[in-house]
């Protein structure tokens, strides 16, 4: 069976996005350095088992548009934790609004405006 292990996303600073998701998640820094070229600057956060990839071009990323109709836009990055009620309180106590609370199969969730703007959905299966 195949799973997903990684997702690139280009962002601002890949490293104050990695420290932000470090600090919320417990996820730890799997790797971080030059990408190949000398293009840009990547930051590996996540698990053993999956990670985001965080890439800050050398020239710097400029801003897009609204994802939700873009094609290829990325929408949301979801993360699913085992306690929801204190990933909420992580979430808010780092200066995160959660939004758009729900209870529907298969599981309890919030969304927030993570770094860059870039949306997180927080779910709880238990």
């Not at 600073?13 to 070229?37: E, I, K, N, P, Y």
């Not at 548009?65 to 094609?71: A, I, N, P, Q, S």
Request: one cysteine or more; a negative charge; charged letters at 20%.
């Amino acid at each position: 069976m195949a799973h997903l292990e990684h997702a690139n996303i280009t962002v601002r600073d890949a490293d104050a996005f990695a420290d932000t998701l470090c600090t919320l998640f417990d996820w730890r820094v799997r790797w971080s350095g030059a990408v190949l070229g000398g293009a840009g600057r990547s930051v590996h956060v996540g698990s053993d088992d999956s990670y985001l990839a965080l890439y800050t071009p050398k020239a710097g990323a400029g801003q897009g548009g609204d994802t939700y109709v873009t094609r290829g836009g990325l929408n949301h990055v979801g993360i699913v934790v085992d306690d929801l009620d204190a990933a909420e309180a992580r979430v808010s106590a780092a200066g995160f609004v959660p939004v758009n609370h729900a209870d529907y199969e298969p599981g309890r969730r919030f969304y927030f405006d993570g770094p860059e703007g870039i949306e997180i959905e927080v779910v709880a299966y238990a």
